[in-house]
């Protein structure tokens, strides 16, 4: 007979599970971002989501506020989900790094490395049928590969038990208003959210 664990995570809801996973990370040290960072940004949204979105790393908006993607670019990514008839309380929204890079530069290996577990963490309590990556670097942190979001893009990638479905950084749709992008962009979301409703109903 196996054996279940006594405490733990197996035996909290996924509320519960995430609760405590966001308290064991408070005060966390593993990185050089813990010098600069005013706050842990956790993610926020449901617990239960079947689309879970991450982005890059907060910046001082989030930094300031705990909250990821408040900003400029938080504000065009709740418009983007609005597009597909989604709501940012139906979805997780989170970061491949939990703390504020300085002056907003990417996060580099070592931190995208020490975070990277407590994003498979959330991920293992979430279970998403769906993931979007929003910009390079978090699509090719997610994937562990180099290729460019331009090739990436447009198709769809297996992470885990998920589809992951890179699509452009809402900051990058913002410092480059060209139509093209932002018709790429729109073409991803509505992927991503066929397969959102596809998943959801098997
Ligand atoms: N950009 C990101 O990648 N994440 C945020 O939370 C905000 C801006």
Redesign the pocket.
């Known amino acids: 007979m196996t054996e279940l664990p006594l405490s733990g995570e197996y035996l909290l809801g996924p509320d519960a599970a995430l609760a405590a996973q966001a308290r064991d990370l408070q005060g966390c040290r593993r990185c050089k971002l813990c010098e600069g960072r005013s706050t842990i ?1 956790f993610g926020s949204g449901s617990p239960r989501a079947d689309l879970v979105v991450i ?5 001082a908006d ?1 930094d300031a506020q705990g909250l ?2 408040v ?1 400029r ?2 504000q065009l990514l709740t418009k983007m989900l609005d597009s597909v008839q989604l709501t940012r309380d139906e979805v997780f929204i989170t ?1 491949t790094v939990l703390c504020r890079p300085p002056g907003n530069r990417n996060p580099e290996a070592d931190e995208l490395a020490a975070c990277r577990p407590f994003l498979d963490a959330k991920l293992g309590v979430i279970q998403p049928k769906v993931i979007l990556a ?2 390079s670097v978090a699509t090719q942190a997610l994937l562990r590969t180099k290729e460019p979001i331009g090739r990436l893009r447009g198709k769809l990638h297996q992470l885990g038990d998920a589809v992951l479905i890179p699509t452009f ?1 809402p ?1 990058f749709l913002l410092r480059n208003p060209g139509q093209e992008y932002r018709r790429m962009a729109w073409e991803d979301l509505k992927l991503a959210k066929r397969e959102y409703d596809a998943r959801r109903s098997r």
Not at 55 to 59: N, Q, V
């Open positions: 940004v982005g890059e790393g907060p910046g989030e990821p993607f900003g670019a938080g970061n929003l910009g950084h900051a």
